[in-house]
């Protein structure tokens, strides 16, 4: 009997580990798929901010082409390049770009707003609602333009990835090499400059003095210093004097930074990728309504400097009644000019919001008194070559649309050849048959994209530009 109690307790025992031991992958399992759920989610996050912080980029300044010295770039702006990097080693990468400034202020970043190389390392941030600018830096061409001023990543030995600036700069037989070393911490979001050096050789008169963060030191030091911070490095920007040379495929700047929108893209929308808007006829009237403005590369109804540009496009368009101030201006009814914009993109024109230049400004456009004014003059902007993809349904009245531009400055190639060249005759042509001297005028494979309400039965353009919108920010029109 009593074999028989301890056999039923045994069992009874064996029983109840066998059901504890299986309830516990199931509460692993649940745990990890809340962990993975979890990160899924931040990584979500992180890429709307950095594809936020680079289209901004791509919006407000361009892209910028085929520039071989620092005397041609006077006049050019935009980014060159961008990828994603995992500077701090954590598993989480960070954005790269390298751009060309512009001296006019066009982003809300100021450090953008200037005449030269910008360099910036944004970090996403899971606990907030934007990403954070870890790095920016300038290489300043006025600064160093008596010197080779250089930039490269170096892939360190201990897995992170370090912005390395270097210049060498010859004057009355004195030879100085400056290096600068910027690297990042997983647990702090700057990028800091971690060590900077420098070496001065006389003409070997004396030998080679050696600084190291400001103070004159010995070349072991100096070497020691620097070790952990070697290692496979691949260069940015090259520059000997007054010529430059870039680490990267610097034709095509569009498809470069366009790898890393679209790889940041899908955390952005849902609606790109679904399927394509199917009704032929709806198609074509929303793919019409947009080649009204196929002169135009922004349309942005909340941006002050680009409704400027959409008021001049509206009253150049309408031929609105107008009369000439006693300083040649032609002057235009605020209420008339209101109207029209109304009619033509279904969006009140707020001028007290708008904030437009006063008379004093001296400004091409301006307003005063329920005046616009405006003087006469010839502007000319690349030709686009636009070419319309898909259109997607987002609501019963709203559609997002991307699309595809090549520009070509065909006033600067004429200029070049002595004779009028128009943008038709040389867009007609396979790109790749162009001659070189054609393709530096030539900014190929831009994407954009355009959001159309349809008001009263009628399709208006609400949008147009680089920024893939997300779903909140589609949704919200």
């Known amino acids: ?12 025992l064996m ?26 989610q931040e990584k979500q996050l992180v890429d709307r901010q950095l594809y936020e912080k680079l289209s901004e980029a791509v919006e407000t300044i361009g892209y910028t082409y085929d520039m071989q010295t620092f005397a041609e770039n006077e006049y050019n702006q935009g980014v060159l390049y961008s990828e994603l990097i995992d ?4 598993g989480v990468q960070e954005v790269y770009a390298f751009m060309k400034g512009v001296d006019y202020p066009l982003s809300a970043y100021t450090h953008r707003n200037k005449d030269n190389y910008i ?18 830096s300038e290489v300043d061409q006025l600064v160093c333009s008596a010197c080779d001023m250089n930039v490269s990543l170096v892939k360190g030995q201990d897995g992170r990835t370090f912005i390395k600036m270097f210049s060498n700069q010859t004057s009355q037989g004195t030879t100085v090499d400056k290096i600068w070393i910027y690297a990042k911490e997983p647990t702090n979001s700057a990028m800091e400059l971690v060590i900077t050096g420098y070496t001065m050789d006389n003409n070997n008169v004396v030998g080679i003095d050696y600084f190291l963060n400001g103070e004159v030191t010995d070349q072991a030091t100096y070497d020691t210093a620097f070790a952990p911070y070697l290692g496979e490095e691949r260069s940015i920007l090259i520059s000997n004097f007054s010529e430059k040379k870039y680490g990267f495929d610097y034709t095509s700047p569009a498809s470069n930074v366009g790898t890393v929108l679209a790889a940041l893209a899908p955390s952005v929308n849902s ?9 032929k006829k709806k198609r074509e009237e929303i793919v019409s309504a947009l080649e009204e403005f196929n002169t135009k590369r922004r349309i942005h109804h909340q941006d002050k400097k680009v409704v400027q540009s959409l008021v001049l496009d509206v009253i150049q368009k309408a031929n609105l009644d107008h009369e000439y101030s006693d300083m040649s201006e032609m002057v235009f009814d605020g209420a008339s000019v209101q109207a029209k914009y109304k009619e033509t993109f279904g969006v ?24 616009f004014y405006i003087y006469p003059t010839g502007f000319y902007f690349d030709a686009i070559d636009r070419h319309f993809q898909d259109v997607y349904k987002v609501r019963d009245d709203l559609f997002y649309v991307t699309i595809l531009d090549n520009e070509f400055n065909h006033t600067e190639y004429s200029l070049s050849k002595d004779t009028n060249i128009t943008p038709e005759e040389m867009f007609v042509k396979d790109i790749a048959s162009w001659p070189k001297e ?16 349809y008001m009263d039965g009628v399709p208006k353009v609400q949008y147009l530009g680089a920024q893939n919108l997300t779903d909140q920010q589609i949704e919200a029109f």
């Open 1 to 12: 009997m009593k074999k028989s109690w301890l056999l039923l307790f045994l069992m009874v």
């Open 15 to 40: 029983c109840g580990c066998s059901n504890q031991s299986k309830e516990e992958p199931g509460v692993e399992a649940s745990a990890e798929q809340e962990a993975a759920s979890k990160l899924a």
């Open 87 to 90: 500077f701090d080693n954590d």
């Open 119 to 136: 360099q910036e390392v944004w970090t996403g941030n899971a606990n907030g609602e934007s990403a954070i600018l870890s790095f920016s």
């Open 271 to 279: 609606i790109v990728g679904q399927e394509a808007l199917l009704e």
């Open 348 to 371: 009140d024109l707020d001028i007290e919001r708008m904030n437009f230049p006063s008379r004093e400004s001296q400004s091409i456009m301006s307003y005063e008194a329920g005046k």
């Open 438 to 453: 054609a393709r530096i005028w030539l900014k190929p494979g831009i994407q954009r994209y355009a959001v159309v309400k």
